[in-house]
């Protein structure tokens, strides 16, 4: 096991740096930069190059490059070229609003995915485990877009239950409030992470439930249900736990476009934002923290599975 | 963020169908963009003192420094509410004194002289005296300059303080457009020695309003001044809340999360017509929605084509589809401006004479042309663009590209056949005048009537010229105008003071009030 942690650490940290130059290297692709933002459509191109040459954007790539890995590795993320703000700071203030938004989905997800899941390989032959699987098949079909926009116009606008978007200008200060705020995107992101997840969910029962050591469960006295409840869910859960790391990674995407819907202010609008306007020492800290998060999610997939599955533990 | 077509052609059949004439709407009354009054009900009697007001604003600045970075949304919220010039300009666009009480001009042009308001105080105590004007605009006219408004006081030879109130401006020569300048952000009284690099995080105004916070991303407060030199604000705070998307901007409003909500789009408005509990108000803008025909390279650098472009494109069409809050322009100048003139005869829509100039051109076997729009603006302007020049056989490729590759590829490097772009300035007229703009236009006549507005004696002469140099850039097609725009804000019953035209271009709080329940 030690092995294996250290085998893993390495890998992540190679990961990273083989990150960081792509990401500062595919950023520079892009034309235009914060200089031309800072100096707008009225500063003469004297004056742009002025601005340009006083935030060392003229020198080489591989010392801007230096001296931002430089940083990282000190644990100096950054500021942003355009408002002086630290790159962390930023981020730290949202992810307060992404990372609730994100969990939240996740256990709501869960929540529907997994009993419905079960149900639906259990009964497949059923009418209510076909009914289920529709539904499951529907919820990925419906973009994130539509649906976000279908429970404002529903929960928002027709019943004024909850709030149509924003987040509150105290954020987490009022608690209440904030919950409320996010009832409608969770609902949003848990309706099409669940749906994906339901489907693995009872492709995977069902994979269990025509294996040998199932049938001799049953064999040996338990009801179907007993034996699935005590063998056959913990090894469908290897195949899911994969499937969820990487539902998880890919709720940033679908956080992006939530954020938008909703406009809250957290990490998806930041990053839009930021890539906008070229602020682009702050989009690379940015890009690596989320990097580094979803690696760490990689990790404790496989830590997950090692636990999960005992048979796993052997290799490395 | 690119918004769905469908989901607003959708949006506008069904407001198209539930419409109908509303209170002071002037024209057609199947236009939903034709609805909105331009008057707003007078102050109540009992106002809220304690209020806070919630305002949905589109665009969120990237930064607070006023003094180093450009940007309408920073001029938007920061001028005359935080910070304040020796003038300003009122809803009709003309100069009035802000921390210059009072102003004198020399017979012959050259020296401006200026009396500062004795009891202004900057928001840390401190009085606002002449040196700290002085050090101010010689901020921005200094050399090496990188104030992004520093063109603006061009013409300024010397600043200087005669007493601890009286500042006196001396320019190099006449400049008609002098005082309206100052009125913008290079005229901003910075408190004497202030460290620009430290306006991003704090400010030290002299206006009603201080800065109470920035969530970046969602939110900027500000709270009422409360030792403000002049007539104290009527609100207690204001919250701009930064809104881009048009659908969930009209849903804050409905759901009365916002109080204000400017910028609505036409084609959307139909829940607040009609309804006791919404005021829509319509404004005046300067904001030319310009189709730029590169000049100096490519087919459209002949004259033919690029006045067969021009006949080409219906803009009454393209208004309509917009939802009606614009108006043809047919020149540099919109109506709002000095010099402005009725040019929309010009070159007008003539499809049969668009191809006739397409044949004499050359290109009577078809033409293909590419426009680069950037996302912010509704994708219908290039659909329609397309489907009008397809008609005299012209086969437009519209490329949809990112504001900061179109700063790149169109106006810094020229690369460009045809572009779309929002110039929301007021008074730019000047871009014609400069062969070496993105516009790539050059006619020697119009830079020297320019040149001479600039220093004519009086605005009558000023006028004359401007109005000679704008037909001309008309009459050569240097652009084509697709329409100047028109600003509709939904008010929530018991909210007035609103300002109602130029509303990009600063958001003037002072007046606005909140009736008391």
Redesign the interface.
Known sequence: MTLFLLRRAALLVVSLLAASVLVFLALRLLPGDVAQTIGGIKATPAQVAAVRHDLGLDRPLAAQYGDWIGGVVTGDFGRSVLDGTSVSGQLAEKFAVTGPLAAGAVVLALAFAVPLGVLAAVRRDSRLGSAVNTVGQLGIALPTLWTGLLLVVVFAVQVPWLPAQGFPVDGWAEPGQALRSLVLPWLTLALAEGAVLLRFVRSAVLDVLHQDWLRTARAKGRTRTSALLRHGLRNAAVPVVSVLGLQIAALVAGAVVVEQVFVLPGVGQMLITDVGNRDLDKVQGEILLLTAAVLVVGFLVDLAHRLIDPRLRSTL | ?RR?TALRHAATTTVLVGLAATGCGTGAADSPGDTGQTSQAAQPDAIDTAATVDVRLVL?P????IA????AALDQILLDNIYQGLLTRDEDNKVRPSLATSFKESPDGLTYTFRLAKNAAFHDGTKVTAADAVWSLRQVTAA???N????ALASVKSVTAADDHTVVVTLAHRDTGFTWRLTGRAGIVFKRGTDF?SL??KENGTGPFKLG?W?????I?FVRNDAYWGKKAKVAKV?F?Y???D??AN??Q??G?TDIETGANATLLQPFTDNPDHTVLRGDTTDKFTLALNNAEGPTKDVRVRRAVRRAVDKAGLIKILGGAGRPVGGPIPPSDPGYEDLTSIDAYDPAGAKKLLRQAGYGDGLKLTVQIPTIYPAEIGDYLASQLKQVGIQLTVRPV????W???V??KHDYQLSVVDHA?ARDLNNFANPDYYFGYDNADVRTWYAAARTAEGDGARDALLKKAARQVSEDAAADWLFVSQTLTVVRDGVTGVPRNFTSNRYRLADLAVAKK
């Open positions: 963020m769905s969120e990237t930064s607070l420094d180093g970075t450009a940007g090496g300059s990188t992004p408004d520093a063109a690099s991003a995080g916070g969530k970046r991303g969602s939110s407060t919250v809340h809104i881009k998307d659908n969930a849903n804050a409905r759901t999360q990112e504001f900061q590759t700063l790149d590829a106006y810094t300035e």
